[in-house]
DNA sequence: ATTAAACGTTGCCCTATGTCAATGATCCGA
DNA sequence: TCGGATCATTGACATAGGGCAACGTTTAAT
């Protein structure tokens, strides 16, 4: 198994290096180039991704045009349209690579064997889901409650790496707000 | 079991009435008055909660004392503070109820159980997150790319419950806009 | 190395929303 | 039933952010 992918399971959950053995086919690794794209809005989802390096995002487009980020997955992240996978619906948002990443695959049916048929990746699973609620909870609190520049602020402060790696127009498309507002308020920090 | 919560676990799981027994007396029924608090902000939660009749709401208030709601739970839904229930640390939200409820609930430590020891309860709780996490992350979709005349809008067309029993108040913390706001809205429409 | 495309910054103007105050309506407690 | 508290609405004004254009910088393709 993928040393990152080991370690991942094996900070989440009492398993052996027999039964991680196990799940190691069902990860299939492949590198993507910066701004391909992994789902296109459309199409259903299949996958859950693991990312070994480099990030991935995802993002709807509205009517307009105009991109909305919902999430980055960095390294030693899952991430996938869970909408999509789980409803076999569809996907209202893509997934793309903003720079060159190392990828690991699952596909969908394989997930959720595992997670009926192994404890651990059950587990793992709940955690995952557990997680990621919590924290588009504490964003729904940061939209209604913050301005752009509170929102600024609190990722120079907690999520550096989104500011040092990402582009202005992904980082605005984030927090709701446009390029020039961002470029605006980094002009006053 | 009470009716509506043996129909919320039919609906959802192939259990059998026999086992659905075994469940029953883990959930307590009490009826709260409107504006009682199930949690408040700095107490660790400890339960989960079903509401049977009625409608209780999170929310959580800044330094400035302005209220932000994130979620309401009308009959026939599960709510908790999930962060403070799975983390065990004190709520930075509180639950409250917004009009006369009845209530069913069970303790964090015997619902944990059960996702340990019962495939439906396991199965169950997996969907009441996936089912959370979208639903929020639609949320945070909304927050960046909508204003607030399109979030009203929405809410009439999807969610009538919200506005006809709800508070004007009430609504404009979970739109994150203010009441003065939202009177102008409703005003224009 | 060069050129085109994309991104970032800044200026100016407009709109949506917030803030505060005043007034009317509704709810709740005695 | 009555009076106080709370909520809802509206007016006037202030502020944050959007829209658009222009220009500079960086990136990517050839």
Request: aromatic letters at 12%.
């Amino acid at each position: 198994m993928h040393p990152k992918l080991k370690l991942y399971f094996e900070e989440r959950s009492q398993i052996s290096e027999e039964r991680l053995n196990t799940l190691a086919p069902y990860f299939k690794e492949r590198t993507y180039r910066k701004n391909e794209y992994l789902l296109r809005e459309g199409e259903v989802c299949k996958h859950n991704y693991f990312v070994v390096s480099g990030c991935m995002r995802l993002f709807s487009v509205n009517k307009e045009g105009v991109e909305n980020t919902r999430y980055f997955a960095f390294e030693g992240k899952f991430g996938t349209c869970f909408t999509s996978l789980i409803s076999r619906q569809p996907a209202f948002e893509s997934i793309q690579c903003v720079e060159e990443s190392t990828i690991l695959s699952i596909h969908r049916d394989d997930f959720y064997q595992l997670v009926e048929t192994e404890p651990a990746v059950n587990a793992i699973y709940r955690k995952i889901l557990e997680s990621a609620y919590i924290t588009t909870q504490k964003r729904i609190y940061d939209f209604q409650g913050s301005d752009s520049l509170q929102r600024v602020k609190w990722l120079m402060a907690h999520q550096p790496t989104i500011l040092s790696r990402l582009s202005n127009k992904i980082i605005a498309s984030y927090l709701g707000i446009t390029p020039y507002t961002l470029s605006r308020i980094k002009a006053k920090l």
